[in-house]
C-alpha cells in the first residue's frame, strides 16, 4: 500500500476500500497459553504491531539497548503469510516487528513506553491513512508479568487521556519474517515518498517525547 503513495487520490481510495473491506474480517483475540522465547547470547525479545512496520522498525533501532529490529507479520491464524495476503485482511495477521534487546541496557516496560509513545494510540485498526486490521495496534506478551505490566500501563494512559486505547493485547505465538525488501526498509530507502511523508516525521514525533531514551542521545 505504501507505495500507492505516489498517487495520493487513488492511495487514499484504496485505503478506504481496505479499511472497508476488513470490517467484515472479525479478528479474534486467542486464548491460547503465551509462548515465551529464551534468551539468545543474552539478548531478549519482544513483539509489537503498530501500523506500518517500516516506521516501527527505525522507532525502536533508534532506542538504546536495542540490537535490531525485524519487520514481519504475527496475531493471525495462518502459516507463511505473505506481504500480499496479509494486505487482504483475511490472514488475521498484523504487520509487526520483532526487536533483539539487551535487557541489562532498556528493559521490557520501557519497550512498552516506546510502544504508546509512537504512534496515536486511539486510532482504530491502523494509524494514520494506513488502515485495515494488517495495520492494527497489538502488544504482545510471553508471561503473566509482561502481560501485568502491559495492562497497567494500558489502563494507565486510558486514565491520563480519558480515551480507549486501542492496543490490542494478545498472548505471543508465531512471529513470521517478511520478505528481504521490507528489512531496514527506511535505511535503505530514505528518499522514498511514502518514507519522507510519513516515516521520518513519526520518528521524529518520538524522538522529541523520549529523547533520554535514545542511543548517541538522538544525535
Known amino acids: 500500500m ?6 495520493f487520490g487513488l492511495f487514499v481510495l484504496l485505503s478506504c476500500k481496505n479499511d472497508a473491506q476488513n470490517k467484515k474480517q472479525k479478528v479474534t483475540i486467542t486464548d491460547n497459553e503465551p509462548v515465551e522465547v529464551p534468551l539468545k547470547n543474552g539478548k531478549a525479545r519482544a513483539y509489537f504491531a503498530s501500523g506500518c512496520f517500516w516506521c516501527v522498525e527505525a522507532i525502536y533501532e533508534s532506542v538504546k539497548g536495542v540490537e535490531e529490529s525485524i519487520s514481519g507479520y504475527s496475531g493471525g ?12 485482511g483475511r490472514t488475521g495477521h498484523a504487520e509487526a516487528v ?6 541489562n541496557i532498556v528493559s521490557f516496560e520501557t519497550l512498552v513506553d516506546v ?3 509512537s504512534q496515536n494510540v486511539t486510532q482504530v485498526n491502523g494509524q494514520g491513512n494506513d488502515r485495515g486490521s494488517q495495520y492494527r495496534s497489538i502488544i504482545f506478551y510471553q508471561n503473566n508479568t509482561q502481560k501485568e505490566v ?3 500501563k ?4 486510558a486514565d491520563k487521556l480519558g480515551k480507549t486505547i486501542a492496543a490490542e493485547v494478545y498472548p ?3 512471529f513470521w519474517v517478511a520478505e528481504d525488501y521490507h528489512q531496514d526498509y527506511e535505511k535503505k530507502h530514505p528518499n522514498h515518498p511514502y518514507i519522507k511523508a510519513v516515516s521520518i516525521p513519526r520518528l521524529n514525533r518520538f524522538k522529541a517525547k523520549m529523547p533520554g531514551v535514545l542511543k548517541n542521545n538522538g544525535h
Open 98 to 103: 520483532e526487536i533483539i534487546y539487551d535487557p
Open 77 to 88: 491464524h495462518t502459516s507463511n503469510p505473505t506481504y500480499e495476503a496479509s494486505n487482504t
Open 172 to 174: 505471543f505465538q508465531k
Open 154 to 157: 494500558k489502563k494507565a494512559l
Open 150 to 152: 502491559i495492562l497497567k
Open 115 to 117: 510502544y504508546f509513545a
Open 2 to 7: 505504501k507505495n500507492i503513495f505516489l498517487l
